[in-house]
């Protein structure tokens, strides 16, 4: 019996997240299981396959420390992804501390979004793009207002932090 569209886009997807292209994945069913096509596969062929994909998409997972390429996905990726970026104001103005204070935002982003548990480079560059367009003083209150007074409050999140920087700015004008 051969598999089924559905099946085959299954395994398309899994292939994919494993990092093994078509012709690799058609590579791997003739060297298995001896078809030509994997639309030849039985439904045995197909499920220890489908295994077979899911462990090793598992196994780069592991060995990157992140879930998916181009994701920051604890507070370490998010420090060398910020110490590789840098902040985005003058270098001579930002310090240390800011650098820390970054992290901790950039990590209570991460941990709010609950479904993942990550977030994406892109996110992170948005973020900073954000902060950048306001003065690095209005950025430095408002990163304090969020670690000191609104850490920790499930119902907060970036949006929310956005709100504060801009208050700040319209304060510092």
């Not at 298995?32 to 439904?43: A, I, T």
């Not at 390429?69 to 001579?92: F, H, K, R, T, V």
Request: glycine letters at 8%; a positive charge; hydrophobic letters at 40%.
């Amino acid at each position: 019996m051969a598999i089924t569209n559905r099946q085959l886009k299954r395994l398309f997807a899994l292939s994919r997240k494993a990092g093994i292209d078509g012709a690799e994945l058609k590579q791997i069913v003739q060297e298995r299981y001896g078809h030509e096509s994997r639309r030849d596969l039985s439904g045995r062929e197909y499920e220890e396959l489908c295994v077979h994909l899911q462990e090793v998409a598992g196994d780069r997972g592991k060995a990157s420390g992140r879930l998916q390429p181009g994701e920051l996905a604890n507070e370490m990726e998010i420090l060398a992804w910020l110490q590789s970026e840098g902040l985005p104001w003058d270098p001579i103005a930002v310090t240390d501390f800011d650098g820390t204070r970054a992290v901790a935002l950039l990590d209570d982003f991460r941990r709010r979004r609950v479904r993942c548990g990550r977030i994406s480079v892109a996110q992170a560059r948005k973020w900073l793009g954000w902060w950048g367009r306001c003065s690095i003083h209005a950025w430095r209150l408002s990163a304090d207002a969020w670690l000191n007074s609104y850490r920790g409050q499930m119902d907060k999140d970036e949006t929310y932090f956005m709100g504060i920087v801009r208050k700040q700015a319209r304060v510092a004008a």
